[in-house]
């Protein structure tokens, strides 16, 4: 069995990864096991930052390491937080702040926004590197279109899951089972995606 490092230390992340490459025979040990601390995320795109945490991951732990750097954009907002999705509650640039913060922010600037100006979708970068200087990473990236609701709904989830509308499905992320968001999430998107790669690789 073939071992990759996670390079993230977020557990709903992980949990959700893991769930849809449990067929492959691949074991994925998060960076944490290695005592790995996250990386300086500096780049200024989603694609910039899954590199720089796979990159830094595969580097101390020795092995191939996948990361995933993914976010919200909102229209209304110009598309912010993006890759500031995780802090964008915190004062700092670097520092996450909490999910109900970065919640609470989303509404409190979307307060004055009506509901048919709400769109957003959630964005999905997952870079897989053989070893730190692999001149041709495999990237993938998947998108999940929806709308911001006013109030949140559901228990289910994590990040802006609870305010996080799908109208194709008539309910919000965290309104979803983990089998059906792994169906239809940006994450899910992403990883088919790059199952697909690996197994021609």
Sequence with gaps: MKEIVLAS???GKLREIQQVLTHLDLKLRPQSEFNIS????TGLTFVENA?????HASAISGLPALADDSGLEVDALQGRPGIYSSRYASDSTSASSNDSDNVQ???L?????????RSARFQ???VYLRHPEDPTPLIAQGCW???ILKNTCGENGFGYDPVFYIPT??????????????????RAQALKQLVSMLGAV
């Design 9 to 11: 230390a977020n557990q």
């Design 124 to 126: 999905c970068v997952l």
């Design 51 to 55: 590199l720089i945490k796979a990159r």
């Design 169 to 186: 499905l008539d309910c919000t992320s965290a309104q979803l089972d983990a089998q059906t968001k792994n169906q239809h999430s940006h």
């Design 105 to 107: 922010k989303l509404l």
């Design 109 to 117: 600037d979307l307060a004055n926004v009506p509901t048919a100006a």
């Design 145 to 147: 279109e929806g709308t």
């Design 38 to 41: 996250d990386a300086d995320e």
